[in-house]
């Protein structure tokens, strides 16, 4: 991120690169591995997606954390983390009962 940011690349161009590569590697199969992760290793996720965010804004390591998010039009990870198990537990719900994708849900 900072090659781009050298480069002179926009904002948006930046967001765009951060959301495609980084936060979709972040997000990997999120649902199965995130919900047991230490609260130190969930601070690291966010520490993570916090130093891109200043890249892509150019705010400074003194702006509060939620003013950086606002500018980039993102959610804290630990927010977009408990989305994605929330959306991943209520597909698993709603599958057959005699499904074998259900046996991590108690119905």
């Keep these: 991120m900072c090659v781009l940011k050298v480069m002179g690349w926009k904002k948006d161009n930046m967001k765009r690169v ?4 980084q936060r979709r590697v972040l997000d990997y199969a999120a649902p199965a591995w995130q919900p047991w992760l230490s609260d130190t290793k969930k601070r690291k996720l966010e520490v993570a997606q916090n130093k891109a965010l200043r890249l892509v804004t150019g705010q400074y390591a003194s702006t509060p954390l939620e003013a950086v998010r606002l500018e980039a039009d993102v959610e804290s990870y ?23 994708n259900t046996l991590g849900v108690q119905h």
């Design 18 to 21: 951060y959301m495609s590569m």
């Design 78 to 100: 630990s927010t977009h983390s408990k989305h994605l198990c929330a959306i991943a537990y209520e597909k698993a719900v709603r599958l057959d009962p005699e499904s074998p």
